[in-house]
C-alpha cells in the first residue's frame, strides 16, 4: 500500500460515517378583444372541455367572458413528462401493505373547531415557554452522512430507495409510520425553526397524522410548502401553481374596504397580495407571475374558520372551481357569501399588477365564475377537509380527476400518515432546507 493510500485511508478511520454511502368559465363563449382605439372585436373562442363537472353553480348569471388586450397566450403545447422526471422531485416510502382504519365516530368540523388548539404552532417565536412549563430548546438538524434528521433512526427510515411511478394515494408503508411517530413521541416538545418561518414540535407533525384532526393555518401552510417544492418543477411547466392559503385569507381580509371603494382599479392591496401575483413572494422557489407564467393557480380557502375547500382557479376562463369534502356542510348561498370576496376581486388585482384582462362582466363588474365539483370523494366524519382540500388539489394538477371520486376513509388515513412523514423530511430531515 504507498503512502497516499494509507494516509486515506487513516483519515477515513477517524472520521464517523465516512465509509457510508450518501443517500439522500370552464363553459366556451365569446370573447370581446378591446382595440386601442375603443373599438370591440368579436371573436368565438373554442370551446374547452371541462376536467371536472359541476355539481353545483354559482346562482349568478354570467355573460359571456370579456377578454381585452392584455390576454396571455394559451398554455405551451407539451408531452407528458417522463415518469423518471416525476420521480426524481419525489420523496416517500410506498408499500404493498393495506391496512384498516381504527378511528370511528369522528366529529363534524364544525364540532372540532369549536375549540382549536395548535400548542406546538402557535407558540410566541420570543418566548422561552412550553405548555408544560418548562423551557423549550430549539434545534437544528445535525449532518449524518450526507442525509440531515435530528436521529440516525429517522435517517434509516427515509433512506432513499428506488424511485417508483408517482401515485398521489400511495400506500404508505405502516411499519415505517408507526417506527416514525414512535420515535417522535418520545420528545414531542421538541422544537424546530423550519423554512416556512414556523417554530413546530415533534406533535405538529403527528397532529397532521391524526385522522379526523382539525388543521390550523400552520398546518395548511406547512403541507402546501411540501407539495410546492415536491411538485413544483413539474407544475410549472404545465403552467401551473401552489400557493398557500394565505394569498386567499389576505384577498379576504381586504374585502369589506374593496367592496366599497369606488375605483376598484386602483384599490391598494398591499405588498403581500402584490407580491403573491407578481411572483415575487418570499416564500415562493419559483418565481411565477400569474398570467404571465401561470395559467391555473391551485389554493386552499376557509369557508367560515371551520371548513377548508381547495381552489383551481383558471385564469384565461375567469373560473374557478371548489374541491368541496363535504358539500351539506355549506349551502350555495352560504358558500356564495364566501366566494365574492375572491371572484370579484380576482379580475382587479390581476389587471392591476400584471396587465391580465379575462374576465366577464356583471351589472357593470368584473368577476369570475365559480362552481363546485362534483363526483369527487365526500368525507362524512369531519376533521379531514385540510388534508382532503391539499390531496384534491394534488390530484386534479397531475391530471387525475377520475381518482379523486375513487379516494376511500382509508386512503385519508393513510396519505395522512404520509404528509406528516413528508413535511417532517421535507422542513426538517434536509438540514440546507432547514438552515434556509
Partial sequence: MGFAEALVKEINSEIPGADEVKTGGDNGG???EEDPDGGEEARTADKQPQSVDSVETSNMKFPKPVEAVGKVAPPKAGGEASVKEINAELQGTEDEERYDSCKDDMSPDSQ?????????GET?????????GGKRHRMRSSKISGVYTPDPRVKKLFKSEEKVEYKPIAKTNRTQFKKFAEILRENPEQMWDIATGHSVCNHFFLEIAEPGKWMSDEHMH?????????????LQKERMVILDQYFIKTIQSNWSAFSAYNDKLQFEWGKNVAQYVTGKSKGQKMKLGLGRDVDTVYTPMNWGGDHWVGLCIKLSEGHV???DSYVPHTKIEVAEGHMCSVVQSLPYILEKYVGHKCYKVKEGLRIYSWSRAEGIYHNKRGGDCGPCAAKFIEMHAAGLTEEMSRITDKDVDRFREQYAMDCYEEFVGDAKVNNE
Avoid: H
Fill in 222 to 234: 406547512v403541507i402546501m410548502n411540501m407539495l410546492w417544492r415536491r411538485r413544483g418543477i413539474y
Fill in 321 to 323: 372551481t371548489v374541491f
Fill in 112 to 120: 372540532i373547531q369549536e375549540n382549536p388548539r395548535d400548542l406546538c
Fill in 30 to 32: 365569446e370573447f370581446v
Fill in 124 to 132: 410566541d417565536a420570543n418566548s422561552e415557554d412550553v405548555g408544560s
